[in-house]
Antibody, heavy 122, light 112 residues
């Protein structure tokens, strides 16, 4: 059973860059799955941020695309998220998730990390 | 973007009674070439990540109790809990994965 674990700073200053890593265990990052980041502001719903394939191909939510970078490190079996120019609106629980290849544009998510709260504040 | 709209935002159901959650997409998520609906349902309990219940609109994930069922096609979908149990108290989300991915706003299910 694959397990995912997010890590990174819990507090980021406004205008700074949010950086998180997701460590994958119990399975290979190089399997034919996409690996995603999803966030959830406190008390609100889910927002997909973007995804990466083991080859390095990426897709992003158009509303965040200009600020998002996702990378993969297959040697460490982990992938990472960078979100730049953050504001208070980026305060959220950030989840990493495994996306099942649907053979089409999007993915559904069958494994999730526990999530990590990132607060944007000075 | 495909907009997903769930109804109601919340509902309270007596133990053992049926709970029905609706999800409507702003455009069809049915891919005609394979006749599959690109629609999933998740359950999220407080302090936990979402848990996948159903994919392809009606395919229950292994281990999910059979009181959970999904139905619908095209733009209109339903998640039904046939006999509500105390452990089903949660927020439920629909998600389309036909065009990238978007989620509904969530429906909170409580005990009456």
């Amino acid at each position: 059973q694959v397990q995912l674990q997010e890590s990174g700073p819990g507090l980021v200053k406004p205008s700074g860059t949010l950086s998180l890593t997701c460590a994958v265990s119990g399975g290979s990052l190089s399997s034919s799955n996409w690996w995603s980041w999803v966030r959830q502001p406190p008390g609100k719903g889910l927002e997909w941020i973007g995804e990466i394939y083991p080859s390095g191909s990426t897709n992003f939510n158009p509303s965040l695309k200009s600020r998002v970078t996702i990378s993969v490190d297959k040697s460490k079996n982990q992938f990472s998220l960078n979100l730049s120019s953050v504001t208070a609106a980026d305060t959220a629980v950030y989840y990493c998730a495994r996306g099942v290849n649907s053979g089409w544009s999007g993915r559904y998510f069958d494994s999730w990390g526990q999530g990590t709260l990132v607060t944007v504040s000075s | 973007d495909i907009v997903m709209t769930q109804s109601p935002d919340s509902l309270a159901v007596s133990l053992g009674e049926r709970a029905t959650i609706n999800c409507k997409s702003s455009q069809s998520v049915l891919y005609n070439s394979n006749n599959k609906n690109y629609l999933a349902w998740y359950q999220q309990k407080p302090g936990q990540p979402p848990k996948l219940l159903i994919s392809w609109a009606s395919t229950r994930v292994s281990g999910v109790p059979d009181r959970f069922s999904g139905s619908g096609s095209g733009t209109d979908f339903t998640l039904t809990i046939s006999s509500l149990q105390a452990e089903d108290v949660a927020v439920y989300y629909c998600q389309q994965y036909y065009s990238q991915t978007t989620f509904g706003q969530g429906t909170k299910v409580e005990i009456k």
